[in-house]
């Protein structure tokens, strides 16, 4: 889940041989859903979901990264919205204590 939260590194991709990013994307999320039993679970889930998910989806990179586009993205990695993702986050934010966010979010998606 690329991003320092709680003096912790968690990546969900690498540069390089082995060297961890520290963008914030959502396969974090994506992690933190099949992996139930991680350390402060509900607390890595939020501090990914608050940078990444919006009423119309799961961004593909932070805003804060300083590689996001919100009008140039023709490889839909740097900031694009993935609906397909609203699923298994809203689960996720449901199951750490989230259920009224990930109900709005599914209902925003109802929409």
Known sequence: MGGRHGGELVADRVEGIGQPTADVRPGGLLLLARVPALARLAERARALAERLVYPYGVASLAQTDTLFTA?????????????????????????TGGAEPAAELLAAQAE
């Open 71 to 95: 009008w140039d993205d023709p490889d839909g990695t740097r900031g694009a919205v993935w609906t397909w993702l609203t699923g298994p986050v809203a689960t996720l934010m449901a199951e």
